[in-house]
């Protein structure tokens, strides 16, 4: 078997472990109350006021781990297992995704960067696949076709390697936050902590994916005439 299938199953079944972990940490922290009983979307309100910001809404939205931030609405979206949930995961995750609308308001650059890159990655996702696949079926005619899919790839590479200090500074954020604001106590702040660094190593594992797929590309853009 090649090297780089290898590799590729390698990642594929990491992710899969890394995954299955955040599942069961989820719910194993989903049992453990936080220090003030506050639910999810409370600890959210209170990180935003707490940290000046007025015009940020909080919402639910349907799903597990779906929760996230959108500066283009700035909304702080939670979902089930959150909006309504006082415990020790709810109060991070809430305060994680606070985090990021912190970034936000503080205009940290690595958002910035990510957020201006959203609408070239939305593009390169829709149409990078076909044109890989075109390029590959045409490497020797018309070689051209597959670099411009590796380009494309490339900007969903840069996209998650820039997610990775986006989403470790908001984590950062909250942990400090929460620590500070009563939320956590000297037990359950080490068990938000392991949450919130289970879900970095998605990130993680996604870039690096990401990563050795741009390579594998490229090295048959490379090797072409061999």
């Known amino acids: 078997m090649p090297m780089i299938w290898i590799v590729f199953i390698g990642f594929a079944l990491l992710s899969y472990l890394v995954q299955l972990n955040l599942q069961s940490k989820f719910k194993k922290y989903s049992k453990v109350p936080n220090t003030n009983g506050m639910t999810g979307r409370e600890v959210a309100l209170k990180m935003l006021n707490d940290n000046g910001i007025y015009d940020v809404q909080v919402t639910h939205t349907p799903g597990t781990l779906t929760d996230h931030y959108n500066p283009m609405t700035k909304t702080v979206n939670l979902s089930e297992g ?28 690595p958002l910035k960067m990510r ?40 900007t969903t ?52 994916s990401s990563l050795a797929t741009l390579i594998y590309y490229i090295m048959i853009f490379v090797g072409r005439r061999n």
């Open 115 to 154: 957020s201006a890159l959203v609408p070239i990655v939305s593009f390169a996702s829709q149409w990078m696949s076909w044109i890989l696949l075109a390029g590959i079926l045409m490497i020797q005619s018309f070689p051209q076709l597959l670099l411009i899919g590796i380009i494309l790839f490339a």
């Open 82 to 109: 959150v909006f309504n949930s006082n415990s020790i995961m709810a109060a991070a995750v809430a305060a994680h995704e606070c985090g990021h609308a912190v970034q936000h308001a503080k205009a940290y650059a």
């Open 157 to 208: 590479t840069l996209f998650s390697f820039i997610t990775l200090p986006v989403e470790i500074d908001a984590s950062k954020r909250a942990l400090v936050w929460i620590n500070g604001a009563g939320i956590s106590n000297s037990r359950n702040h080490t068990q938000a902590e392991d949450a919130l660094r289970s879900a970095a190593y998605t990130y993680v594992v996604a870039a690096l």
